[in-house]
T-cell receptor, first 114, second 115 residues
Framework: AQSVTQPDIHITVSEGASLELRCNYS??????LFWYVQSPGQGLQLLLK??????LVQGIKGFEAEFKRSQSSFNLRKPSVHWSDAAEYFC????????????FGTGTRLQVTL | EPEVTQTPSHQVTQMGQEVILRCVPI?????FYWYRQILGQKVEFLVS????????KSEIFDDQFSVERPDGSNFTLKIRSTKLEDSAMYFC?????????????FGPGTRLLVL
């Protein structure tokens, strides 16, 4: 079955530290890949996406993600976390070339300590 | 920058009542979606809509749910007889035509509480 796994439910980092949030997918073919962020009580904001080409993609707010086909992963990174990055982060996928639904992972809640 | 908007932001209703959640997608988008997020859980797909008909729906989207695009701008989700377990945040999303950016843009959500 197609699935998206975010193995870390909750991560705490210190402000200024680096961050990596993990995402693995299980699909028949490489899907389109997305990271969304949800601040408390807010909607879903797109951070970045991968469709094809360069496997390192840049997003908003200083985030980047690397697609690794061999590991079926699309991990989100940030070199230096700010307190305002505290939020819930969702990895999501959609089958390539379709207008189908997004399938979301369970999310990773990021806490930032000062 | 164009945005997806949703109204109301919050709605409280009694079990068994009908609710209509409203969305205004981005104007040149052709694909529309509803998702929901029960508190503390992941975002789940409900239904997608294209060319004035449902293109895909989940098992959650039973006969109590319906969607409509009554005019050129609004996209609505109706729950005919709400249940306690319908309490959730409901997100609308829209997407440009295929062949362009394959990205769904989300509205801010409507928080529905069924008492």
């Amino acid at each position: 079955a197609q699935s998206v796994t975010q193995p870390d439910i909750h991560i705490t980092v210190s402000e200024g530290a680096s961050l990596e949030l993990r995402c693995n997918y299980s699909y028949g073919a490489t899907p389109y890949l997305f990271w969304y962020v949800q601040s408390p009580g807010q909607g879903l904001q797109l951070l970045l996406k991968y469709f094809s080409g360069d496997t390192l993609v840049q997003g908003i707010k200083g985030f980047e993600a690397e697609f690794k086909r061999s590991q079926s992963s699309f991990n989100l990174r940030k070199p230096s976390v700010h307190w305002s990055d505290a939020a819930e982060y969702f990895c999501a996928v959609v089958p390539t070339g379709t207008a189908s639904k997004l399938t979301f992972g369970t999310g990773t809640r990021l806490q930032v300590t000062l | 920058e164009p945005e997806v908007t949703q109204t109301p932001s919050h709605q409280v209703t009694q079990m068994g009542q009908e609710v209509i959640l409203r969305c205004v997608p981005i104007s040149n988008h052709l694909y529309f979606y509803w998702y929901r997020q029960i508190l503390g859980q992941k975002v789940e797909f409900l239904v997608s809509f294209y060319n004035n008909e449902i293109s895909e729906k989940s098992e959650i989207f039973d006969d109590q749910f319906s969607v409509e695009r009554p005019d050129g701008s609004n996209f609505t989700l109706k729950i005919r007889s709400t249940k306690l377990e319908d309490s959730a945040m409901y997100f609308c999303a829209s997407r440009p035509p295929r062949g362009s950016q394959e990205t769904q843009y989300f509205g801010p959500g409507t928080r529905l509480l069924v008492l």
